[in-house]
């Protein structure tokens, strides 16, 4: 059997080691990995929020509009029994200009209108009302939307700061990574608070 000419491996191994660690190493790497790993994922969770904060909102003003249009579909009703009065009442106006008493049922009609009136007016505040609130609670969304959408652009941020850091291994771009996401943690915190 041939003999194989020894090699020394392990001082190669070490030199290689050495060089690796003094380019910024393994060691770096992996911590540029695992943060920007970490900070991926608060990405996408901050996305999804988001996304669903945003979309709920636009139901609720689809919503909104909605109950406007019912509350609008109530005051018209309002105006049109309040035309209904003002006929009975000048029928019954005409009847006392020529000096006769009017029919019992102009008085009876334009208490009807009146107290449909009523109902029909309660009705149309109760719709404004309902309005009001889903408009109120879809503000709120949108404005907690914007919160998310930040973190997301921050995450963006720190994570493509993490990438030129892995490149150029560099220390200080990978600090500024750090600090963009924290950036993005304190929205995400804040919005999810909200």
Known sequence: ??????????????AIKEEFEREGGGTFLRRIALTTAILAVLAAIASLRAGTT????????TEAARLQSEASDQWSYYQAKGIKAAVQEASRTSWLAIG?????RYEAQLKRYGEEQAEIQKKAREKERERDETLKE????L???HGFASAVALFQVSIALGAV????????VWF???????????FLAMAMMK
């Open 1 to 14: 059997m041939p003999e194989v000419p020894e090699i020394e491996t392990e001082k190669l191994h070490e």
């Open 100 to 104: 006769k008493e009017p029919p019992t």
């Open 176 to 186: 500024g990574s750090l600090l963009t996401g924290g950036a993005g943690v304190v």
């Open 165 to 172: 850091a892995a490149l150029t291994r560099s220390r200080p």
């Open 138 to 141: 879809s503000d709120h969304l």
């Open 143 to 145: 404005h907690k939307h």
């Open 54 to 61: 945003v979309n709920t909102a636009l139901v609720l003003k």
